[in-house]
Every structure is written in C-alpha cells, then in structure tokens.
C-alpha cells in the first residue's frame, strides 16, 4: 500500500455510499455476499472527512493507515478524538486485494491473527446489567469457557447459569466442573425426536431462570420449541461470514470454494438454519498455506471475542 493511503473496511449499506464517497475502487465481493455482509475496497484518495459527511454515518469502520498524515487521515483521528458516532479502531491489514484473487504478504507477516470486526466493541462492560446465561454445547466447550471468562473477569456481569452437553464427557462437560459451572446431559440419541429434546431444554433453562441461551458449538438443529421459549434470546455462533457458507463445516466449505477472505459470525437463532438476524462479524484472511486445523484456529480466537459483544447486544435488545 502506498505511503498516505487508507484502506478501510465496513458493513452494511451504508459502507457502499462511505467508499464511493472517499473515492475507493468498487468494493470486492466477499463469498456470496448479502446485506449486512463486509466489502473491502482499495485505497481510497484523500477526501476531507467534512465532504464525505461521515459524522452522519452510525456504523463502526476499521481502518490501518501506514501513514495517517493525510488530511483524510486527520479528520478521522479528529472523529475519533470528538467522540463522534463513527467508531474507529485501528487494525494492521494486508496489501493488496482480499476476495476471490491472489493474496499478497502482510505489512505485518508476524502476525497473522489479526481480524476486522464490525459492529467494534465499546470501551468497558458490554453490558452493565446481571445477566443469567444459558449455554448449549456438543464439543472441546472453548466458547464457553471465552463466555465464563468474561463474566468472571467482568466485561459481563451476571453468570453462566447452566452449561448443556448433548454428549457425555465431551470437552465442554470437562471445562464446566474445572470452572465450577453447573451442567446437564441431554442426550439426544434418548428422546424420540428433536422437539422432545427441545422441551427438555427449555424446561432446563427455565429452570435455572436465564435470561439468554447461546448455542456455542451446539451441533444439533433446534425446533421452533427451543426459538419460541426464547424469542431473540437465543444466540448461535458460526464460523463463517454469513450468509456465506451456512450448514455444516463451514471452515472446509470456505477453502473449497477458495475464498480468501473467512471469518465468523455471531447471530440470533431462526427457523432457517444459519440465517437469523446478524448482531456482530468478524473477519480473517485465508492465507496460502492454511489448512483446516490452522483456519479454524484463527477464527476460533475471533469467535471468542464476538460471541461476548453479541450477548450484550441481545441483552439490550
């Protein structure tokens, strides 16, 4: 990337309208992307902010700048010491494109863990108020324990009420008497069908008096019984960048289509699978040399830092 240039990534609608306005190239489709799906441009020119109305946009945008020296570079710096609207973090990125092309080296190549997330999360607690959680999971458990983690180091507040497993001695199972987390077996290979699991579930919930119910890593598909008990309370993480690459393995379905640009994404439980209401993406690059095991790592560090920000997200409505 050229010294004095910005390279900025955001989400939704109004990100078209921001990159036309900074003078960015046509923004690069990201898999089969939607609304609300994330568009990376090319450097844009520099444009003062004022023209560009970006105090006017209510949406967060990551940006890197080698070289933040540019009146454009300025003013967001400007918005961002204003505490304007527009939230702004600073993320080191790749040159070059990032979609369905070649991928050139990072400005950074000794760190290949870094990711642009959107919305970005606040300063402080995600959410003030004492939240009682559910959790649902079927294997190792790391996103529970990301959860438990937060709640105890207190960007949450509340607690992790009840873990369910739907196998036993699964690696979740194991982390929650580590932690000191109640839990529950529901096996699913003892009910008749998958509305009386979901029944069971939901007296197991409301049992414990929770308030919201994340599916982290629950590999089972739920029933409208499960999603009415908890209307826009029940919260799955994917790792993909929905509406891209839904069902399962996600991770090997994005390697075969030979996508460069991965990800995860946190969202509200329909009845269609994997297509509920987003709350919070994040975004990793495919290098060259990944595999399964080694992509799935880089966007499980990501899941672990979304899926916190989007239960505070459903916790305010």
């Not at 606040?122 to 009682?132: E, S, W």
């Not at 196998?167 to 509305?195: K, S, T, V, Y």
């Not at 939901?202 to 308030?211: E, G, I, L, N, Y």
């Not at 993406?281 to 989007?310: F, K």
Request: glycine share 10%.
């Amino acid at each position: 990337m050229p010294q004095g240039h910005l390279s900025c990534v955001a989400a939704g609608d109004a990100a078209q309208q921001l990159l036309q306005l900074l003078g960015a190239a046509e923004p690069l489709q990201v898999g089969h992307q939607g609304k609300g799906a994330i568009a990376l441009a090319h450097p844009a020119q520099s444009l003062p902010a004022s023209q560009a109305h970006l105090q006017q946009h209510l949406f967060g945008l990551a940006c890197k700048s080698r070289n933040l020296s540019t009146p454009l570079g300025r003013e967001l710096q400007g918005l961002q010491a204003g505490g304007k609207s527009l939230g702004i973090a600073q993320h080191g990125w790749q040159d070059g494109e990032v979609g369905q092309g070649s991928m050139t080296a990072y400005l950074e190549p000794s760190d290949h863990g870094q990711a642009v997330q959107w919305p970005l999360p606040p300063d402080g607690v995600l959410a003030p108020m004492p939240l009682r959680l559910g959790v649902m999971a079927s294997g190792a458990g790391s996103n529970f324990e990301a959860l438990v983690d937060c709640f105890r180091h207190g960007s949450l507040c509340g607690e992790v009420a009840l873990l369910v497993v739907n196998n036993r001695d699964c690696g979740a199972q194991r982390r929650a008497e580590r932690l000191g987390i109640a839990w529950q077996l529901h096996d699913h290979r003892l009910q008749p069908n998958r509305q009386q699991l979901d029944q069971a579930l939901v007296q197991a919930f409301r049992t414990a008096s929770v308030d919201l119910v994340v599916m982290a890593g629950w590999m089972r598909v739920v029933t409208p019984i499960l999603i009415g008990a908890f209307p826009n309370r029940l919260i799955n993480i994917h790792p993909s960048l929905l509406p891209s690459f839904r069902g399962l393995d996600a991770v090997g379905q994005a390697l075969a289509a030979g996508v460069t640009l991965a990800g995860c994404t946190a969202h509200l439980v329909s009845e269609e699978v994997d297509a509920g209401r987003i709350l919070v993406q994040a975004a990793v690059p495919v290098l060259s040399g990944d595999d399964h095991a080694s992509l799935s790592r880089r966007i499980q560090v990501q899941e672990h830092r979304i899926l916190p920000l989007a239960v505070a997200l459903a916790a305010q409505g």
